[in-house]
């Protein structure tokens, strides 16, 4: 039985070549020899400053993975991997003609898949269904606006699932791992619910009863959205976003 059947934003971004595995461990933040063909892992890519480019799933095996990540980072994602791509014998392109559909059965909660389907007009929306469902999960989905802004632990990658603190090197691992083993990592990620429809944008400010800035919004959905916050911040508080009040949940 299918509980859940969602559009996605998400592109297909298809590595093909004798060492695209090993070549991608290098660069993604999950362990890519632990990949396997049929079961999508979260990841991310991060820059030399540790700072998220892109985030997804991806899967696959040693000479063939294929990384989901939002549409609007498809070609920056290739452009950003293309320099050091020179030096492998790896070839990668956007794979076209096709949509990612979220689907999911089962009880209790329920685990994420991604079909591929052929398909002459991809979704150009995301379903927002299926970003209610991410903000429920809190996993933040990296798109161009909220690209290189933060670490992987403030958008909740890490708990997610998507960075292997025991594997070897990746672009920015230096500092991914001194935040998380120093325990310096001054934000968070929070979930906040309105009971009237949301306008924010990506990368508003979240605001206290001041209008003091204390948040950014990385994730938005109708009636709930995903923000980086002040680890301080106390979730009791009256918080709003333009005119809507928002009640937080942390954790």
Known sequence: MTDFRYATNLAILGFEGSDAARFLQGYLTCNTE??????????A????QGRVVS??????????????????????????????????RT????LEGFSVIAVGSGAGPVPIDYLIETSDEPPTTADDAYLTMLNMRRHVVVTSQT????????????????????????????????????????KNLVLGRTDKPLHAR??????????????????????????????????????????????LTQG
């Open 45 to 48: 890519l991060c820059n030399l």
């Open 147 to 186: 690209s290189a802004e933060f670490l992987p632990q403030p958008l909740g990658l890490v708990d997610a699932g998507a960075v292997a603190f025991d594997k070897g090197c990746y672009l920015g691992q230096e500092i991914v791992a001194r935040a998380e083993h120093r325990g310096n990592v001054k």
């Open 202 to 247: 990506l990368m508003d400010d979240l605001l206290d009863a001041d209008n003091n800035r204390v948040g950014k919004v990385v994730q938005v959905a109708m009636h709930s959205v995903l923000i980086v916050a002040n680890r301080e911040l106390d979730p009791a508080h009256p918080f709003h976003l333009d005119e809507n009040p928002v009640t």
């Open 55 to 88: 985030s997804g799933w991806v899967r696959g095996g040693a000479t063939r993975i294929d990384l989901l990540v939002h549409d609007s980072l498809a070609t920056a994602t290739l452009e950003f991997l293309a320099p050091y791509q020179r030096f492998s």
């Open 34 to 43: 632990l990949l396997g063909q049929q079961t999508w892992h979260p990841t």
């Open 91 to 94: 070839k990668s392109k956007a």
